[in-house]
């Protein structure tokens, strides 16, 4: 065997005995990239703010893939709810070897149009929550030598774009911080990575796509051409989450249909 053989008995995406939590869970990406973690073999806990719908999607995830899924209230933005809920995944999944930080909000209006208060809830979600959420799971995962953090960057982390000052500044940071806590973190088997996503079709976006020129803007930001599909956010999640990206660390994975190569 010569040093480029993949090691046998590896399987590069396979997730089979990892537990997952994921923020976000009850919707949208997060849902998504919960049911792709599940269908390559890991547990997963959902979490949002709304207990039913959180219990709904995992609810769903168990059935279609056969794996525990749990769904839990919680809001990211309160210390003590993010600790109530890690200890409550620990306790129902034994481990947290994955967090997938997708619980995020937007509001869209230029900037003379926004408030201070609106400006800070969207920090205080995107960021604060984010922040929040990776300190609370890094003890577990230091004491085990392995985790995988996958934040929820934007493809609008990366550019800027007219109408999103709030959001904008949002992503910028989760990136930012993403890539501190890979260095602050290589040391002790755990890698933080950052999703950069572009449009899709979600709860967030649908006063997007039920405008025209919503539709002709998307259209005309992606190189193809189309909104993304949910199940096009599986393969970064599975991939970051796996042995395949071991070597993978602070970094960001665009999956925007080509919106920032132009
Ligand atoms: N959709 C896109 O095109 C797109 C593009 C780039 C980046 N992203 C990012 O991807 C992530 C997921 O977006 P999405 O489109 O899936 O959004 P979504 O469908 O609106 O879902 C957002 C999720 O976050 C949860 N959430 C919001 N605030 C929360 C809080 N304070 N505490 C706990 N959970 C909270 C929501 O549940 P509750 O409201 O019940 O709490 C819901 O489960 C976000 O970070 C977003 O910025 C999305």
Not at 81 to 103: T, Y
Not at 151 to 174: C, D, H
Not at 213 to 236: H, M, N, P, S, Y
Request: with cysteine; net charge neutral; charged share 20%.
């Amino acid at each position: 065997m010569n040093e480029t053989t993949p090691l046998p008995g590896i399987k590069l995406f396979d997730l089979t005995g990892r537990t997952a939590l994921i923020t976000g869970g009850s919707k949208g990406l997060g849902h998504a990239m919960a049911a792709g973690l599940a269908s390559a073999g890991a547990d997963v806990m959902l979490v949002s703010r709304h207990l039913d719908e959180a219990q709904a999607a995992a609810a769903n995830i168990a059935h279609d893939f056969g794996r525990k899924a749990i769904g839990r209230a919680a809001d990211v933005t309160s210390p003590e709810q993010v600790d109530a809920m890690l200890a409550a995944a620990e306790r129902e999944l034994g481990k947290v070897d994955i967090l997938i930080n997708s619980a995020g909000i937007n509001i869209r209006a230029p900037i003379a149009e926004l408030t201070p208060e609106q400006f800070d809830e969207v920090m205080r979600v995107n960021v604060r929550g984010t922040w929040l959420c990776c300190r609370a799971v890094l003890a577990g995962m230091r004491a085990r030598k392995w985790g995988r953090i996958i934040n929820l960057g934007s493809a609008l982390g990366l550019i800027g774009l007219a109408g999103r000052t709030p959001y904008t500044a949002s992503k910028g940071a989760v990136i930012q911080m993403t890539r501190t806590l890979a260095l602050e973190t290589a040391a002790d088997g755990i890698t933080a990575n950052a999703i950069c996503p572009g449009p899709f079709l979600t709860e967030m976006n649908t006063a997007i796509a039920d405008s025209e020129d919503g539709q002709k803007f998307v259209i005309g930001a992606t190189a193809l051409k189309r909104w993304a599909r949910l199940e096009e956010i599986q393969g970064a999640a599975i991939y970051l989450a796996s042995e395949a990206a071991s070597y993978v660390t602070g970094a960001t994975l665009t999956v925007d249909g080509g919106w920032t190569a132009q």
